[in-house]
Structures are given as C-alpha cells and as structure tokens.
C-alpha cells in the first residue's frame, strides 16, 4: 500500500472519529464544571479555591489548595487539558503538607478563554507570570511542573522570570524542536470548513501543536539561562514525546543548579496518571532543598 493511501485511509478513520467526538463534545472539552468540581473533593479535608486572575492581558482561570505559608508547586497540564490533569495531586497528603498547590487552565483551555488559542509559548508564559508573582510574595519558593507542553512552557518561564521560580519538573516534555513529528495533517485540521468539526480543545491544541517547532526553535539560544534545578522524567515507551527529549535536556540545561534525569523504562506519555508517584518524589525532593 502506498503513501496516498495510506493518508487517505488515516484521513477517513480520523474524520470518522472527530464525528463521533462531536457527539460527545461535553466530554471532550476536559474541563470540570464548578459543581463538579465540588463533588470530586467532596470527602477531602482541603477543598481548591477557584480564582481568575486577570493581572495580564488575558484572564487565566487556576485552583489553589493548601497552606498559604507553605513553598507553591503550580502544575500546567499539556495538550489539549486543563488545570484538572492534575486534581489527584490535589489530594495527597504528603504533598499537602509541604507545599501549596496551583494547577492552571493553560490559556485556550479549561476556563482560561476556552477555544481562543495561543501559539506563542512567550505569550502564555507571559499570562502566567502574574499567578506565580503572587505565589512568591514574602519570599516563599515557587516549583513548576510540567506535562507534555507544559514542559516547554515552563522553561520559558524559568528563561523569562528566574527570579521567580525555584525549581522545574519537566514531565515528558516536548521541548527538541528537531524531534517534532511531521505536521501536514495538522495543516489540514486548521483549514477551514475542517477545524469547525473539531470539538474546541482538540482545535487549539491542533492550532499550537502546529506551530510548536517554530517556538522551540526561538529558545532554543536561552537554555542556558536557566539556573534553577530541574528534575526531568521521561518514558522510554513514550510514542508521543520521543525519549530523546530528555538527552535534549541533558545537553542543554549545562547551567542547571541541579539536574536529574529519569528515563523509566516501558513507561508511556501519561505519566500523571500511570506514574504520579514520580511526579510527587520530584516534588517533594525540591521543595524540600
């Protein structure tokens, strides 16, 4: 079977599937109501607070949970996704008792200007930097973590606002822009009438997967500004963010305080949900230098 046909086939089963996905559009946007939010911490000690910030020029929509005295670890999901990828950490106790907790919707996402999507990774650091400004007041350390796009995202902000942050773990993060996978199909989904069949989360996704490269490509001269320790982990069975990310960092994080990489073998892309315990020692291991 040749090329063409074998995009053609790929184009027919993938429209085929983003019919189905319009049906259940509710349950594609990856975003809890309030009210659900309420029900899924009904029997926790710690209930998040919502907050919408509007200090930048776009409102970000966030969760806080937790000690106010205590160091922050604010979480950005990938892509697509939304500040609750990560309400089970939002939940565990080792972790409440030693750091606040602030998961993000990423702008585009959740309830941050939900479809209105934004490729410029500088952009969405920039909408960002007021929620970790108000963290770090009274000196309190602040640690970003990372998945998928959101590994990228903050490196960009550890490379725009050092004074800010303190740590970073980078979770299978997309961030060597010569490892990014071919994008024709992705031009394809961002024509229109196409992208209108497209429930919302997947169409920015769609949108700033397809100019990711190209933002990569503008940092890739300021990785070593950053100073900050930074803890990596990746899978070796990642089929979505190839392993040799995490030797892209190795190579490029030269002026990290501190650097760990943690290749695990047989683990895939989500490991928020497969391997969260990794995410946590990560964690507490920083907030605890």
Known sequence: MNFKRLSLRFLLIYFALLGVAQLFTGCMSFRLTAEEMKTAFANEKFKPEITVS????????????GSDTLPTVIFVHGSPGSWSAFADFLKVDSLLKKVRMVSVDRPGFGHSGFGDAEESLEKQAAYLQPIVAKQRQNGKR???????????????????????????????????????????????????????????????????????KEELELMLPLWST????????????DSLVPVGNADFLKRKLVNAEYLEIRKI????????WSNPKLIVN???GLAEE
């Open 54 to 65: 509007k200090a930048a020029e776009r409102p970000i929509n966030y969760v806080q949970v």
């Open 282 to 284: 990560g964690i507490l």
């Open 142 to 212: 602040v640690i970003l973590v990372g998945h998928s796009l959101g590994g990228p995202l903050i490196a960009r902000m550890a490379m725009d606002y050092p004074e800010l942050i303190d740590g970073l773990v980078l979770v299978a993060g997309s961030v060597a822009p010569e490892l990014e996978p071919p994008r024709w199909y992705r031009y394809i989904l961002a024509a229109s009438p196409v992208k209108y069949f497209i429930p919302k989360s997947f169409r920015v996704s769609n949108f700033e997967i397809l100019h990711l």
């Open 226 to 237: 950053i100073r900050q320790p930074c803890i990596v982990i990746q899978g070796e069975a």
């Open 265 to 272: 073998v047989g683990m895939n892309h989500f490991v928020p």
